[in-house]
């Protein structure tokens, strides 16, 4: 080992000693230059730990790191009883500030659906199927993606029907895609009996989201962190028919989630048929 | 930064005062690993420390999905889809994992057929060999364990296959390896011993092995070429501080490998399949991943069902157990490639065998093959490569003197042949060794996409068997014409190039000279 | 590699060595700074990020290639050189090509 120094480092170690030989600046200008590079190396690594360490919930301005895996099909069980927990994901997410205030669902109005959408037009029920406030679960604009519709008994947001009471919205919490359900005013969901709202509120059993559905779905507890999805109503006054005609921002969860584009409800999945 | 450390830091720079504190307390210091030959300054020596790079890599991006992944059947997928859609840069995480985990286990096949064509696993090596192998089944391990956790269609189909084939061996093993994987064989417990497995227990035994296996390299030291260190010039064998140079080595071979698993990664993102169910299941073709694609060829051969899956399992066991075992079967004494005849062709055949199994494997997803085919298949490609050898044994090393010198780290190369002849400087060595890296290379490669396309020829018989004389038959047919071509290109292409020890080839042709000044 | 004509072209690179591994210190420097403040959380955001640690570590790969070399008096090769310099240069101009 040590003629393995001397053959090698002999001349290194006359440079290193400092003695006036002309390698000696490069040389230390090498190895200063080569620490540097190490340290900018390790830095670029640690780089990759900071942006785990920031929340990862979307931040409010920028949409976030969807990158939009079109081919996940939800087999969410779609229950609709409130009493289920099902597939949420790890509680670790941190809950972001609402961008409630700012709801962005557009108000519905009872138009007929224009003839270029790309969203189906399905009749999903009657309004004599929506008498006592019971709650119909239908699927729109695909198999896979369930929507609660109910009549609330007062004016809505964005609802339809004589009193302007029929809303629907999708049923995928928008947290981690659990199923919501609904509770009536003056009742209890199973999984939460300190929860009694006084007006039909939208509850979510995994992590207690409440959405105020007269009020276009807004977060009004929990975390959820955007308002559920409104789907577009239009009305028949002559047979009594609630159609469905399209999807109000933002994406249904699983669809991009998060962005406002909602086209990308209509992909992923089995489309309805215009019925 | 070589300075001397015998002053303990009294003199000297920083970086000499530091290495002097850790030298007093722990012993620390520059000398602490044995230097490296300049030889070994060269990537084919430092596949498996890649490999670890690679494990490195696994361990920080598994760390960090960890935080978000969840080891429950109804939690799994939903985790980690939550990890590619609502994670910063978890879609880059999930596919670097992956695309490194691919990169570990090819380069700890790379790692190992090289060290077999080099004959590391001779005297006194013999244990370092086993070490390897036992880490190259934990690696093996990690990417089966691995593989069930995000619970989709495709992998838990998978698995399934996998844990079923772990129930036909003998009892004794299956038993223990049944309790090992699948507990009381509910769902949530498989997926549970999967993830400790996968996170706790295979981690900790590779780490240790590969202690071990640094203590066994520092006990001996890089082996010699197989060639003989005779034929070294006096620069190769020269000794390289571990500090700094062959400390920036690694670090630089590191960071070219994290950069093209990173600028893959991103060219080739990975999408999530869809979650399992027995009904969505029911329409995909369970098969395992690509590194076992091999195996599950094997089964598939229709001789081998029912009850002869036993057999194929045994024979598969035996290859493995016979490279573990390899330095006690491969005695010889030399460590050249001349002499050791049998062991080469026996080893080329067996890495031909492996991608065929694997391509046909791609090829023929869930089909049962017929008896007559794997005849065809296997027995052909043996044949050609086994023909190939001889050849090239006979025709081009026959010329060559059978000392300990001659021979080298593959069958195509024998431009050092110009160390025999004593009067060339090493100048011309060096440069006649660069070309002979040129023309092993391209070799190999032309070896490859010609072995490739040859198995085009039983492909294009299976369809033919099955379909009549079609379009897609044809188009098999030709593709082994050309292989034959490639193959046959190399040949030549070799038969030339190494015909440097008497110069008659190129002397007829003279008109393909690329400017080598050949002094007789 | 010595070929007729090959050698004063590495005795180039010998000269430029230091100046190259400034160089590439400072492009190194510069990847580190855009990684740490690379905010966007959008595939196009990942996009970028990995381009920009690819630089780093590769510009760490060329500089320890040259400091090694340099240092022992092997030759360097020029193909390695450019080629790494002009990957180095199409990563950068991908990422800030990039919509972001």
Redesign the interface.
Known sequence: ?AS??D???SD??RG??GSPSPQNP??H???V??T???V??A???A??????I?P????PA????????????K?VVSTTTVGSS?????S??SSSSSTTSASSTTSATSSTATTSSPFPVVVVANISDLAGGKPISFNYPLEETPNLLVKLGVKAQGGVGPDGDIVAFSQFCQH??CVWGLVPAGTSPACDNTFKPTVPQGYCCCHGSVFDIENGGVVTDGPSPRPIPQVLLSFDSSSGDISAIGMGPPTIF?HN?GSNNVLDDLQGGTPVSSA | MTGQESSKGKTGGIAERLVGFFDDRLGLNYEMLRPAPQYSINPFYWLGALAVVAFIIQGVTGVMMMLYYTPTPTQAYASTQYIFQNVSYGTFLETVHLYTAYAMIMLAFLHMMRGYFVSVHKRPREIMWIVGMMMGFITLGFGFTGYLLPWTVVSKSATDVGIGMMSALPPPIANFLNFLVTGSGADSAVILRFYDLHVVVLPAALLLLLALKMYILETHGVADPARGVESLTEKKKGLVPIFPDVTFYLLELAALFGSAMMLISIAFPINLPPEYSPLVASQYVSQPDWYFLWIYQVLKIHIFEGPGLNIALGLVSVVFVALTVLPFIDRGKSRSFLVRKWFVTLGAIFVAEVLVLTVWGLETPGKIIPNEQAVLVLGGTALLVALFSAGTYRMVFRRLPKTGSMGTGSPSVTVRAAGAAPAVDPAMTSSLKKAGLWTSGIFVLLLGAGVFCISGAFSAMAKVIEGGLSAGALVSFGESMAGLALVALASSYLLYRLDLGSGMIRRKVRAFEFGWRWKE | MKRRGSIPWSATIEEIGERLIALLLVVEAISVVLLWTLNSYTSQGQTAFALYLGVDFISFAMMSYLYRNLENEEPISRLLVIAGCLFIAACFFVGFALPS
């Open positions: 080992m393995k120094d053959s090698q480092s290194k170690e290193a000693e490069r040389r200008f090498l190895r230059a080569m540097f590079g190490v900018f190396l830095a670029g690594i780089s990759v730990a900071q942006t785990l920031k990862s919930a979307p931040p920028p949409p976030p790191a969807s990158t939009a895996t079109k081919t996940v099909t087999t099902t597939s949420g994901a790890s670790s997410s981690l895609g699983g989630t």
